[in-house]
């Protein structure tokens, strides 16, 4: 199979790719590694800065009609022990964010692209040939051959493209999160329904996933001592003792449904190549703070649609090397405003959690 651009990686930002060149009559196959594991809801926000992005890429009814509701505003308490209700009312033109149902959402975006979507569930190998054409050889019980002349690395924080690309990525922080689905409750002192607030060892957030379920989810350092406990959801109401208002949320843990993993922020050392492309959490990710990853997915999918348009049809030779220095400039400017924010919050300045924001 010959196609202009092969595409590895099926989450938002390789799928919001796939609808864009299909748009713009780009020839490109999706390679979809078919994983047997359920989805665990994470319950991601969209901001209201989020929603002319989509509402320009004609893709904000997909996101609205798909997600769990509307967003109007969130509380937070980080950096002294007073509530801060933050409310949209103010944001123009858009007034409310949205809290996501991803699953849905990309089940409706694949079935737009699904006869350019190949499924595999073992191995691919990359060949890259002298003329600059790229070979992917993805391994079912056979092996499918793709050629392409763009590849493209969507596939999250694994970066399977880089790795056997062998391009290393820089990484600044060790944050993990730890997030369970609990019976939802709603707590009688706080009218928005997503709250965060900052402790001892990390923070936390709890938001309303649905009508029955709130999501809450830990963030704390690897290698952090409350790590152990977290690792079994009976024994958060304890790490969270101290907290105002976390603690309360977690009446019912007995059958919680419960998932870790890597939160940290990181970028890869090069975004673009000569004929290949990182988008999303593979090019750069952000801590969930920022509420700012799935935007950075659907942004980055925009951007390299029009790279590669520039690329393929006007010899825009520019074009990646711009992307890759937009890439690392956004994020140069996001860890500026991360570490601003995490050093808000001065009550544990000597925490080993805390510590490391003001060294
Ligand atoms: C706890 C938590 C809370 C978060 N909260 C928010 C929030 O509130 N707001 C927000 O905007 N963002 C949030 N995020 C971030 C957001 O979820 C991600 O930034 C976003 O989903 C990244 O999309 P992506 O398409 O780049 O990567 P992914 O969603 O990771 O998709 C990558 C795809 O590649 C596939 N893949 C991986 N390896 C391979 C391989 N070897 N071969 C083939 N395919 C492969 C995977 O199966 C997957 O389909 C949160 C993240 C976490 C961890």
């Known amino acids: 199979m010959k196609k202009d651009v092969i595409i ?4 938002i930002a390789g799928v919001t790719l796939a609808v864009l060149l299909q748009r713009k009559g780009i020839p490109f196959v999706l390679l979809h590694r078919k994983v047997e594991k359920e989805a665990f809801a994470l319950g991601e926000t969209l901001p209201p800065t989020a929603m002319p992005l989509l509402n320009e890429l004609q893709l904000l009814s997909v996101f609205e009609e798909n997600a769990y509701r509307k967003t109007y505003g969130y509380h937070s308490m980080w950096g002294s022990s007073r509530v801060t209700d933050i409310n949209f009312f103010h944001h123009n033109p858009y007034k409310n964010g949205l809290k996501i149902n991803k699953q849905q959402t990309l089940q409706q975006l694949r079935e737009i692209i699904k006869e350019n979507m190949i499924s595999y569930h073992k191995e691919f190998d990359i060949i890259q040939e002298a003329h600059g054409n790229t070979v992917v050889l993805a391994k079912n019980e056979g092996v499918k051959i793709v050629q392409g002349k763009i590849l493209i690395d969507a596939t999250g924080r694994n970066r399977a493209i880089l790795q056997k690309l062998n391009v290393k990525s820089n990484v600044h922080d060790e944050l993990v999160a730890l997030s369970c689905h609990i019976p939802k409750i709603k707590h009688p002192k706080l009218t928005h329904e997503v709250y965060v ?71 890869a050392a090069q975004i673009a190549g000569s004929n290949w492309l990182v988008l999303g959490d593979a090019a750069m990710s952000f801590d969930p703070l920022s509420s700012h990853g799935i935007t950075n997915a659907i942004y980055t999918a925009a951007k390299a649609s029009e790279a590669i348009v520039k690329k393929l049809n006007f010899a825009d030779t520019e074009a990646f090397p711009e992307y890759d220095s937009t890439m690392k400039t956004i994020f140069q400017q996001y860890l500026q405003s991360k570490n601003n924010l995490y050093q808000q919050e001065t009550r544990w300045k000597d925490a080993t959690f805390w510590k490391q924001f003001f060294m």
């Open 197 to 267: 607030e900052s402790f001892k060892e990390g923070w936390g957030i709890v938001s309303a996933l649905n009508e029955i379920e709130n999501i809450c989810t830990i963030f704390t350092h690897k290698g952090n001592e409350i790590l152990s406990k977290l690792k079994d959801v009976s024994q958060w109401k304890i790490v969270l003792s101290e907290t105002m208002y976390l603690k309360d949320f977690l009446q019912e843990t007995n059958q919680a449904k419960f998932k870790g993993g890597n939160a940290n922020s990181s970028v």
């Open 8 to 11: 590895i990686g099926n989450g």
